[in-house]
């Protein structure tokens, strides 16, 4: 709550003959907040991310990089490091996620998604995101044994249990860190992505590295809130694919080999989102994501009875839900 004073105090001191009104707009799973900024003619966001939590200066940064690459982002009207304040234009309330849960056409709303996806990464530029490298690809999949494993199932690996993991760790990362690279948002999901004009409008940006071009196509069509049928997702890839080709994003030539990274970097950020979720249920007593992971266990598993490299995961999953086994997505 002080914080709030705070924050209507440095608003005040940027609009002093105005009269405002501020009221939570939404929260992450980080420690930032969105307070809506609401005049008499207009509304803005605020957003607070308190400096010994949350760097602001990627958020600032990447902002620039979309909004060059040609994509809707919030403007930045004021920032104050010091104190972790920014003040951005507002998007709007309703995301993806409600819209499509209201009924809201699919097919326009993932087309457009891919289009500015596509215009993401035909922006992208070495050097100017941090890169997904080995060792944070396996700082994200560390969270599956730590967390989802320790935490969720209170089972400890034995030491075949942890050589397998290890050799299928090494796999995903080969196959992630040989795909073309380009800007990856990195929660490029429904939650994330709000109906404006023009749509979307992005959000949630600031963690953006520069990694693997299939990484953000998971998060969209492999969205933890949201499940489609694979025989929607496998026609919105390939329309993706082909715009992608066609755009002269270094995507590969053959659906079958393109869709087989997407499918394995699935496998790592079902790993990672795995483990986070259990991390927000236990460490910060968030356990409504907890109802989130059923669907990312089925995207998971469905991708290890596809490819029999994949084989030793399955067999751990197995052991630790075995009422699970034989189910598919």
């Not at 001191?13 to 207009?42: C, G, K, M």
């Not at 234009?89 to 309703?94: F, P, V």
């Not at 942890?162 to 690279?181: C, M």
């Amino acid at each position: 709550m002080q914080r709030q004073q705070h924050l209507a105090t440095w608003l005040s001191h940027i609009f002093p003959e105005e009269n405002f009104t501020l009221a939570p707009a939404s929260a992450d799973a980080s420690f930032r907040r969105y307070f809506r900024v609401t005049f008499s003619d207009r509304t803005l966001i605020a957003m607070d991310a308190p400096p010994l939590q949350e760097d602001s200066r990627p958020f600032l940064h990447v902002a620039k990089l979309f909004e060059a690459a040609g994509t809707n982002v919030p403007q930045i009207y004021a920032d104050d490091l010091q104190q972790g304040f920014l003040l951005l234009s507002d998007l709007g309330n309703t995301t993806y996620l409600e819209a499509l849960n209201a009924g809201g056409n699919p097919v326009k709303l993932y087309a457009e998604a891919t289009e500015a996806l596509i215009k993401i990464q035909l922006a992208t530029q070495q050097d100017q995101l941090p890169p997904y490298d080995e060792a944070l690809l396996r700082r994200e999949m560390n969270l599956f044994p730590d967390w989802y494993i320790a935490k969720h199932h209170q089972m400890t690996l034995n030491d075949k249990q942890r050589a397998g993991l290890e050799s299928i760790f090494a796999r995903i990362v080969a196959n992630n860190l040989a795909q073309p690279r380009v800007y990856v948002h990195r929660d490029y999901h429904s939650r994330n992505l709000m109906v404006t004009e023009p749509n979307p409008g992005i959000l949630d940006f600031q963690d953006a590295v520069y990694g693997p071009i299939t990484y953000d196509l998971v998060s969209l069509f492999k969205d933890a809130y949201i499940g489609w049928e694979e025989a929607q997702i496998i026609d919105w890839l390939i329309r993706y694919w082909e715009k992608a080709r066609k755009a002269g994003l270094a995507v590969n030539d053959d659906f079958s080999l393109f869709y087989r990274d997407y499918e394995w970097m699935g496998v790592q950020r079902h790993l990672k989102v795995l483990g986070i979720f259990a991390r927000l249920s236990y460490r910060d007593g968030k356990d409504n994501y907890l109802k989130d992971m059923p669907l990312v266990m089925a995207y998971l598993r469905a991708a290890c009875v596809r490819y029999i490299d994949l084989k030793p995961l399955l067999n751990l999953l197995d052991e630790l839900e075995p009422q699970m086994t034989g189910y598919t997505f």
